[in-house]
């Protein structure tokens, strides 16, 4: 073997924490040894950033993603969106690609190794997943359970392979769900939007349909706004309300992983 990716972070996840990848290799006892990572945007040629790291005492390399990938977020400009919107801005996918170079003896030039042992003028190539999914955005750490962000409160990912009916409350914020507003106001909320991790024609986050309530003081329901999310209204993937999953999967992209309902 040569590179191996031992820990990396849980996704979806947030730019501002501390994203850490640990690597070892096989190859740390060569002349002038380093581990590489590149950072692109998934789908793009453009190298965001690529660090070079001497290996610990213990042999590996310890890279925090946090602080560079959060250089790549800023907001989306949603606060006026009416049925949905997505997210150009606040939620990307990014590829970090892991590598190494290393000479012969302490005089030569280092060559860079790809990660999977084979010599390369390019880029590394080893990756612990497709893409990851990072939204901008900061764990509370004082309350979290781990480092990670708890994506399982505002993530679940069910069959979606036939007519099946998702009833999970997943609004992408601690907010309570009942929610009050002025006339005239607007109100937008974020929910994540189908895979994360793979391309699935099995399981997603398929948000289908929204239903909205609109209550009086009383609690009495006056209004019910019910509408589904088409591209005709402003929405991801579906052009019509026939379209299972498993016929819009491959549309996804980095902007429709995260949608807003206005």
């Known amino acids: 073997m040569a590179i191996t990716i031992t820990k990396q972070p849980t996704q979806p996840n947030m730019a501002n924490n501390d994203l850490l990848f640990v690597v070892s290799s096989n190859k740390t006892n060569e002349a002038q040894y380093q581990y590489v990572v590149d950072v692109f945007e998934s789908g793009s040629a453009t190298l965001i950033q690529r660090i070079k790291q001497q290996p610990n005492p213990n042999g590996l390399g310890v890279f925090n993603m946090g602080n560079i990938l959060t250089?790549?977020?800023?907001?989306d400009n949603v606060w006026k969106a009416q049925y949905f919107a997505t997210s150009s801005e606040s939620n990307k996918l990014f590829d970090i690609k892991f590598g190494e170079q290393y000479a012969s003896s302490s005089t030569e030039t280092p060559v860079l190794y790809d990660g999977?042992?084979?010599?390369?003028?390019?880029?590394?190539a080893k990756s612990g997943s497709d893409f990851y999914v990072i939204t901008?955005?900061?764990v509370d750490y004082p309350d979290a359970v781990n480092y990670n962000f708890d994506s399982g409160s505002y993530y679940t990912q069910v069959s979606a392979s036939e007519y099946n009916t998702f009833s999970e409350n997943v609004a992408l914020s601690i907010a309570p769900k009942t929610q009050s507003i002025r006339e005239g106001d607007y109100l937008t909320i974020g929910a994540y939007m189908g895979n994360m991790?793979?391309?699935?024609?099995?399981?997603a986050q398929d948000i289908f349909y929204v239903k909205i309530e609109w209550k009086n003081s009383a609690g009495s329901v006056i209004q019910n706004d019910d509408f589904y999310n088409l591209i005709s209204n402003n929405g991801v993937l579906r052009t019509n309300i026939t379209d299972l999953w498993s016929s819009v999967y491959t549309n996804q992209d980095e902007t429709s992983r995260l949608i807003y309902v206005g």
């Open 71 to 75: 250089t790549q977020m800023d907001s």
């Open 197 to 203: 991790d793979v391309l699935s024609s099995i399981v």
């Open 116 to 124: 999977i042992q084979t010599a390369t003028s390019g880029s590394p």
């Open 136 to 138: 901008d955005g900061l």
